[in-house]
């Protein structure tokens, strides 16, 4: 399972998303999220699961998220993407 830092802003989306990527290519199908640590966090959160999700595809497996902030789960279903990022 792969998990999200405490902090996810614009700052650190890059760092994040790069480990997220490396770690995935070794994770069976579905690759699981685990968001529970998340605590500061804006949009660029969202671009990251996002990506990573894009590179899930290409790579033949799918992406599930455990335990999303509620308030990450609000934008999501703001911008209309919430059905681009399931639950585990």
């Known amino acids: 399972m792969l998990s999200l830092p ?3 802003t614009q700052a650190q989306a ?3 998303l790069t480990q997220l990527m490396t770690g995935m290519r070794s994770e069976a ?3 699981v999220v685990d968001a529970m640590p998340l605590r ?3 949009s660029s959160a969202l671009a990251v699961l996002l ?3 894009r590179a ?3 790579a033949g497996k799918s992406l599930a998220v455990q335990g ?3 308030h990450l789960g609000d934008l999501a ?3 209309g993407i919430e059905g681009l990022l399931p639950r585990a």
Do not use: K, N, Q
Request: charged residues 40%; contains cysteine.
């Open 6 to 8: 405490e902090e996810l």
């Open 14 to 16: 890059r760092a994040c």
């Open 29 to 31: 199908s579905p690759v």
């Open 40 to 42: 500061r966090f804006d």
């Open 51 to 53: 990506e990573l999700r």
């Open 56 to 58: 899930c595809l290409r």
């Open 68 to 70: 999303l902030p509620r």
């Open 77 to 79: 279903t703001l911008y």
